[in-house]
Nanobody, 115 residues
């Protein structure tokens, strides 16, 4: 049974930082590409960052390049999203997604950037 535990979301002031975590179980984590998405109210879900199986290749949306960093620890079955210099437009529910033999999503964690 695939399970996701997302954490790290919350309320932060503009310019602040948060670190999201997504711990997974129920499949062989190292065989899966992991991606963070986000969805703001009234908007479509969008890709934020992707990291390949071994962590050597990462891809970012233009809107977060230079501010966000995706990483993974295959020994802990966990993917992270370090978010710095946060802006109000980063406010959204953030989801992690695992793609490989199967395709599965986490439940999401709310990030709110506001003064």
């Amino acid at each position: 049974q695939v399970q996701f535990v997302e954490s790290g979301g919350g309320l932060v002031q503009p310019g602040g930082s948060l670190r999201l975590s997504c711990a997974v179980s129920g499949f062989t984590f190292r065989n899966y590409v992991m991606t963070w998405y986000r969805q703001a109210p009234g908007k479509e879900r969008e890709l934020v960052a992707t990291i390949m199986n071994d962590g050597q290749i990462t891809i970012y949306a233009d809107s977060v390049k230079g501010r966000f960093t995706i990483s993974r620890d295959n020994s802990k079955n966990t993917v992270y999203l370090q978010m710095n210099s946060l802006k109000p437009e980063d406010t959204a529910v953030y989801y992690c997604r695992a793609r490989g033999r199967n395709d599965a999503w986490g439940q999401g964690t709310q990030v709110t950037v506001s003064s």
